[in-house]
């Protein structure tokens, strides 16, 4: 099955605004929270999403260190023992918003001048269900979502793999705000 317009357009949309961006630089990824043993699992999926992506992934950004960080926890309050949250994130009291909420994800993207994606700032809380996934699955969902600005839920499938290499094809822009734009993947879905 493929994907139509019209799907992909929602995938992108939040708010009544099209957003698909993705990133221009080399990805240089970092994991906190996770087991020593879960690290390789982690390390292998997000290597693997973006080599599918035909987009590098690199041990250091030059200008951030690393710019796709993944934070894990069992509880949203344990983000308020990460120093300097509020400076690294631009969002204050971020750790008692998501406590408040029954949310087990949260991602900011931070963009280049070009719109192009600067830093992902990916957080999971692993809890109910989640704390149940296998690790490759959830390694997987966690990769795929950063590669790509989704505005919806995503999970690693054929058709959203097609999506993020025809994203990823050199000669789509590093961002677009036009829903027109779901025309031009929707046709590199053919």
């Not at 997987?140 to 839920?153: G, I, K, N, P």
């Not at 705000?177 to 590199?188: E, G, N, V």
């Amino acid at each position: 099955m493929t994907l139509t317009q019209e799907e992909i357009a929602r995938l992108f949309t939040r708010d009544g605004h099209y957003l698909c961006a993705r990133w221009a630089r080399p990805v240089a990824p970092v994991i906190f929270g996770l087991a020593d043993e879960s690290l390789s699992v982690f390390s292998a999926a997000i290597r693997a999403a973006y080599s599918h992506a035909g987009h590098p992934v690199t041990d250091t950004d030059p200008e951030m260190g690393s710019n796709l960080m993944l934070f894990f926890c069992r509880d949203w309050e344990e983000l308020s023992g990460i120093p300097d949250l509020d400076k690294l994130t631009g969002q204050p009291d971020l750790a008692s918003r998501l406590a408040g909420q029954d949310s087990t994800h949260y991602q900011i993207f931070r963009f280049d001048a070009d719109g192009a994606i600067r830093a992902c700032l990916s957080f999971l809380r692993l809890h109910g269900p989640v704390a149940e996934s296998h690790p490759g699955v959830l390694a997987e969902t966690q990769a795929v979502r950063s590669l790509l600005t989704f505005a919806q839920e995503v999970c690693a499938s054929e058709e959203i793999a097609r999506l993020i290499r025809a994203a990823y094809d050199p000669v789509m822009p590093n961002a677009a705000t036009d829903p027109s734009h779901a025309l031009r993947l929707a046709a590199r879905l053919g």
